[in-house]
């Protein structure tokens, strides 16, 4: 059964604070997906990578970067946490091995900048 | 920049089909329909695609109009733990950017 797990299902952080979060998934996928969920905005993708140490920007990749060191993880890092990046993250991964834009995705992190 | 539209929500009866319309009049040739769902406090879950012609698997089945401007998601028999909000998508296929573009989707629910 294919799985994506993500490090925490809630995290409370203080603004300026760096903020780690961390996706893992166990089926060999290349590429992996982040994205952010708000009301009323639906999901937006922050950035995607398409293979170990590739990166691409998404629609809003400012105030966000991220890291690709191994295939099976991809992390989202918050250089200075601000409050409007308070938000629930969706991580999600897809193989390159189908065309089709089979996207498997974790349970999401969120997080709460205070 | 919304590709597709949905009714906001809807309601089915438990063991009745539910039928969700998505409109997708400026779909492309080589987009793909997707359907996601989302129940509540999860992570999106891939139901079906398609790309013309109509598509069945285990969880439910996909009927696109000839002219493809619109589908219908099928759920031929609701359960209560089919309440989420779907999310209908168009995507083109191929190209190392795949991102999905969810709107806001219909959140169905299904009564007892």
């Known amino acids: 059964d294919v799985k994506v797990t993500q490090s925490s299902r809630y995290l409370v952080k203080r603004t300026g604070e760096k903020v780690f979060l961390e996706c893992v998934q166990d089926m060999d996928h290349e590429n992996m997906f982040w994205y952010r969920q708000d009301p009323g905005l639906g999901l937006r993708l922050i950035y995607f990578s398409y293979d170990v140490k590739m990166k691409e920007k998404g629609d809003i990749p400012e105030g966000y970067s991220v890291s690709r060191e191994k295939k099976e993880r991809f992390s989202l890092i918050l250089e200075s946490a601000s409050t409007n990046q308070t938000s629930m993250y969706l991580c999600?991964?897809?193989?390159?091995?189908?065309?089709?834009?089979?996207?498997?995705f974790g349970p999401g992190t969120r997080l709460t900048v205070l | 920049d919304a590709k597709t539209t949905q009714p906001p929500s809807m309601d089915c009866a438990e063991g009745r089909a539910a039928n969700l319309p998505c409109n997708h009049s400026?779909?492309?040739?080589?987009?793909?329909v997707y359907w996601y769902r989302q129940i509540h406090s999860q992570g999106p879950q891939y139901i079906i695609h398609g790309l013309k012609n109509n598509e069945t698997n285990e969880m439910a089945s996909l009927i696109i109009t000839e002219d493809r401007k619109s589908s219908t998601l099928i759920l031929p028999h609701a359960t209560l733990r089919d309440t989420a909000v779907y999310y209908c998508?168009?995507?083109?296929?191929?190209?190392?950017?795949?991102?999905?573009?969810f709107g806001k989707g219909t959140l169905l629910t299904v009564n007892p």
């Open positions: 400026t779909i492309s040739g080589n987009e793909y």
């Open positions: 999600a991964s897809k193989t390159s091995g189908r065309a089709d834009n089979e996207q498997f």
């Open positions: 998508i168009v995507s083109a296929r191929g190209g190392s950017n795949y991102k999905l573009t």
